[in-house]
């Protein structure tokens, strides 16, 4: 952290609260929408990603940590996908 580094204000909590409500909302509105059928799985993913940096950046202080902290917590998010790939790959799961 640095000197110059301001805390967020209770204000900003809320509104990034507001803004996973939001998106929370949007996520159940597409599920009835469809003609998004094609698109609502990579739509789905999106807004889960969003809403998933939002927390771990804001709610987790993430965002205001070290950059190695960061780093070491992105590289956890990153390859904990690709190590479940792997295992269902080696037993088979995926291939069909």
């Known amino acids: 952290m640095t000197a110059s580094h301001t805390h967020p204000r209770p ?8 803004l996973l409500a939001v998106i929370t909302a949007a996520e159940v509105a597409v599920t ?3 003609f998004l059928d ?3 799985a ?5 807004m ?3 809403k998933f940096a939002l927390v ?7 965002r ?8 070491l917590f992105l590289l956890g998010a990153f390859a904990a996908p690709l190590l479940l790939g792997a295992v269902l790959f080696t037993f ?3 291939i069909g």
């Open 32 to 34: 009835y929408l469809d």
């Open 56 to 62: 771990v950046g804001w709610y987790m202080h993430l």
């Open 38 to 40: 094609g698109v609502l």
């Open 48 to 50: 889960a990603v969003v």
């Open 92 to 94: 088979g799961v995926l």
């Open 11 to 18: 204000r900003d909590y809320w509104m990034i609260g507001g």
């Open 64 to 71: 205001f940590d070290r950059p190695i902290y960061r780093n």
């Open 42 to 46: 990579p739509l789905l993913l999106t």
